[in-house]
């Protein structure tokens, strides 16, 4: 249950279709006086790309965050397959399918391209454990070849590249591994528009294959709508939509965002009026006063 409900919210319940492959229902999660979700529920079928929306602060990155195994929810039941699913870490996530793309990249700037591609899940020769760099740069080329990002140089550190480029490395990192579900929080935010058609290309060609879902951070509408199956929006750590693009519309998308600002602003009008009234009431009269003089 939400643990504080506001007037006139509309807060979507557990829902559940037959071939899930994740399902989340009440999640909850504080950090110390601030709470970032409240009642999240959601689900993800087998080969389908879910839009999480909602503005900045409304816990998305939180969610993606718990799904991935980065932070632990404080109430709530999570499954993955059907089986309860509580990750201890990332890698834990990862273990059991969950790959994901961080809004921070989680890139080291001083390691190569083809080094940060294959971080954590290095080559090695055996039986001596040395570091395979002829095979890493060769699958990293293929990597990013099947992407279409075009990275002159496999040498250079990342730090000495774009945006765009660091970008398409992350999302190549995550697609090349052998995730059953990708988390992309924001894939798209610093690339430009050639290289976001290429990732929303990619995604394409994923969903049609029908073997990984997506649970995709968005802001942008017709990125929605152009590469997603189904769409929730979360408010106040609560999803509050949760429809199938093909059901919905911009128009809807952006009433349910603009009704949201008309009801935080009534609110913060109302509670400035009753501090003011308060102030008013609790001060001594004094008509000499330079705040009270007429």
């Known amino acids: 249950m939400a643990e504080q409900a506001f007037a006139g919210e509309h807060i979507v319940g557990p ?3 037959p071939d899930d492959v994740l399902r989340v229902e009440h999640v909850a999660k504080r950090f110390g006086p601030i709470t970032a979700i409240r009642d999240i529920n959601l689900h993800l079928r087998k080969g389908e790309v879910l839009a999480l929306l909602g503005d900045n602060g409304a816990g998305k990155s939180t969610m993606i965050k718990i799904l991935s195994g980065f932070h632990k929810p404080d109430t709530g039941t999570m499954w993955l397959k059907g089986e309860p699913y509580l990750p201890k870490s990332v890698d834990d996530a990862r273990a059991h399918g969950i ?3 961080f809004q921070d990249l989680a890139l080291v700037d001083q390691l190569s391209v083809y080094h940060n591609l294959f971080l954590r899940r ?3 020769h055996r039986p001596i454990p040395f570091l395979s760099n002829r095979l890493m740069k060769r699958e990293a080329r293929k990597a990013l070849d099947e992407i279409g990002i075009n990275i002159p140089s496999l040498d250079v550190p990342v730090a000495r590249l774009s945006g765009g480029q660091r970008q398409a490395i992350a999302v190549a ?8 579900i990708i988390l992309l929080d924001e894939p798209l935010a610093a690339m430009g528009a050639k290289e976001g058609a290429m990732i929303l290309d990619l995604i394409a060609r994923l969903k049609a294959e029908g073997n990984v879902s997506i649970v995709m951070i968005l802001h942008n509408y017709v990125h929605v709508f152009a590469a997603c199956d189904r769409v929730s929006l979360i408010q106040d750590g609560v999803i509050v939509l949760d ?3 093909s059901e919905t519309s911009v128009d809807e998308l952006t009433e349910i965002v603009v009704e949201e ?7 913060e009008r109302s509670g400035n009026g009753a501090g003011a009234a308060g102030a008013s009431s609790a001060a001594p009269a004094n008509p000499t006063s330079p705040d009270t003089a007429e």
């Open 15 to 17: 829902a559940e279709a």
């Open 99 to 101: 790959d994901t793309v």
């Open 122 to 124: 290095e080559r090695v």
């Open 173 to 180: 990192r995550t697609v090349s591994g052998d995730a059953d």
């Open 243 to 245: 429809k199938p693009t």
């Open 261 to 267: 600002y008309r009801r935080a602003r009534l609110a």
